[in-house]
């Protein structure tokens, strides 16, 4: 059974303050690509209830670099708007942050690896954004993950879409950090640095741009969501997840 949450998009107050509700189902991320198993997935942390998130209206688009803009103090940082919550670890305990804010065309996220302390571990390390279009909480066509790795051959980012089946993902588009997909424009990009959220120790931190038009979603449409960060490319690595 998979668990029920709902994210509120915030549109602008020159649109009469209209407030965009999308439900979204979780998506389970314990596990990465290459070992999700299962077509059922639901929610692992129970520190995640209640499972409500929310993305928050900016009419200023923050730069994706890799760097998080965030000033706990004022709006001036460019992600200083956005509604910020926990990533927990696999233990459940909470370790890192995801920032959600969105305009009408585009949603913004970034996570900070606040314990993520070397720049480049050898292994390969990444994160992944999941979106489940049609808000059925299974892995049929509709569900699509932004997946980012770094390996020994560089840094790749990849569109993969469902297939229904486990371990079937299809690549529907490809390219590197820093770059519009050339299909989705989906864009991805990651740093290493201090943050607002741990300003004595650099690590790392990752910024996504996702359109709308590319994800086959809308305001007000349904959809599933789960957020995850890793070290090594295997289960047994490090892993850390929203839900």
């Known amino acids: 059974m998979a668990s029920n949450t709902s994210i509120l998009l915030k549109k602008s107050k020159k649109l009469n303050k209209i407030l965009v509700i999308i439900s979204i189902l979780v998506l389970t991320v314990i596990l990465s690509l290459n070992n999700f198993k299962l077509t059922n997935v639901e929610a692992h942390n129970p520190l995640a209830y209640p499972i409500e998130i929310f993305s928050l209206w900016n009419d200023t688009t923050p730069t994706i670099d890799g ?11 460019e992600w200083s708007s956005a509604a910020v919550y926990d990533l ?3 233990k459940g305990d909470p370790d890192g942050k995801i920032l959600l804010q969105n305009d009408n065309t585009h949603l913004y996220v970034a996570m900070d690896a606040v314990s ?4 480049d571990p050898a292994g390969g390390w990444g994160s992944t954004l999941y979106l489940d279009a ?4 299974v892995l049929y066509s509709n569900v699509f993950a932004v997946a980012f790795t770094r390996n ?5 980012v990849e569109i993969k879409q469902s297939t229904g089946q486990p371990d079937e993902w299809i690549v529907v588009d490809y390219g590197t950090v820093g770059v519009p997909l ?3 424009g989906i864009l991805v990009n990651v740093g290493y640095g201090k943050s607002a959220f741990n300003n ?4 790392r931190q990752f910024e996504f741009s996702i359109p709308y038009a590319s994800s086959g979603l809308a305001s007000g449409d349904m959809f599933g969501v789960g957020f995850e960060i890793f070290d090594g490319l295997i289960a047994v690595g490090k892993i850390n997840t929203w839900p």
Do not use: E, K, V
Not at 67 to 77: K, R, V, W, Y
């Open 200 to 203: 004595l120790t650099s690590h």
């Open 116 to 119: 993520y302390l070397t720049a």
């Open 88 to 90: 927990f670890d696999f």
């Open 182 to 184: 050339p299909i989705t």
């Open 152 to 156: 020994s051959s560089g840094y790749h």
């Open 134 to 137: 049609d808000h059925y909480g």
């Open 67 to 77: 760097t998080i803009g965030f000033t706990p103090s004022s709006l001036a940082g």
